[in-house]
């Protein structure tokens, strides 16, 4: 489960001049940061800068913030993590784990990202995705939780929290950038919400829209697949083999499947980072390889010295 929360810095800014402390949003702060910085290139005085902010932004900045900005001992992003957010197959990816049901919970503390599963792999898959889109000079840790009995991922971005609390409509810059970056998202996706027994390759999800999206981002990699259909309906009783409870589901849910001549294909452009499901995948589509070959010897070739 991956959960992604925000935490403001200490810095004192005001909306206005308060008897209160309240924040600003670490948009507003950015945008409050550069016009300090021209308005100290006039050669104004703080008083004079608190003033002019006041007048064009609406926003009361204190002689403390003005003089640590001018002086660039504190900036408006604090200790908060490097955000690289240029499209890649690392941000492709942890956009697509992100982009799972039950993946992302947002909490207003911190801005940290967990991600908490049974795959190890997995685990460290995102690890080295979010390590390189958040300029960290080695992958996060990937540690053992007992009580939860997952393997867990930690991380804290407030960038990375902003970005990815867009709606997925508006990720589609990143994550059809290039081949490499749609496969990614794919099989990050399916590493999530994927599940494969025998010849059977389902994807399954609660937003329709998104599994639509998805279909077609699959053709574009010539991978065929059935029509998506309803897996199961909100209000079905679901049971929790551990603690014995049953749940309701809240929310529709939806599947489609890869037609089984497409699995070479899915598992030659996107696969699995998931050891035991790419395993599957693969005996899968070399079965069909297998059986498609059989199929081309077995068709009688015609002799044309007979024409």
Known sequence: MLFIGIQTDSLSLYARQPKK????????????????SQLIQLRLSYRQIQQAV??????WLSKSTISYWARRIHNPLGKVSQFQSGPSPELAYVIGVVLGDGNLNIH????????????Y????????????????PKPYKVRWHPRKNRWVV?????????????????????IEHCSRCRAAFLRAFYDAEGSISGRKLSLHNTKKALLLYIQDLLNQHRVETSR?????SKGTALLDPKSGKVYFRRKDGFSFIVRTKSLPQFAKEIGFS??????????AARGVMERTLISNEAIPHSDSRGL
Request: no cysteine; charged share 25%; proline share 0%.
């Open 54 to 59: 006041l007048q064009r932004k609406h926003a």
């Open 108 to 119: 207003g503390y911190n801005a940290e990202l967990i991600l908490a599963v049974t795959d």
């Open 121 to 136: 792999d997995f685990a460290k898959e995102f690890s080295a995705s979010l390590a390189t889109i958040l300029v960290q």
């Open 274 to 283: 998931i050891e035991r499901k790419q395993k599957r995948l693969a005996e």
């Open 228 to 232: 998506l259909y309803l897996h199961r």
């Open 154 to 174: 930690q991380g804290s971005s407030i960038l990375l929290y902003n970005f990815l609390s867009r709606d997925w409509r508006n990720l589609k810059k990143w």
């Open 21 to 36: 402390r309240s924040y600003l949003a670490l948009g507003n702060r950015i945008e409050l940061y550069y016009l300090v």
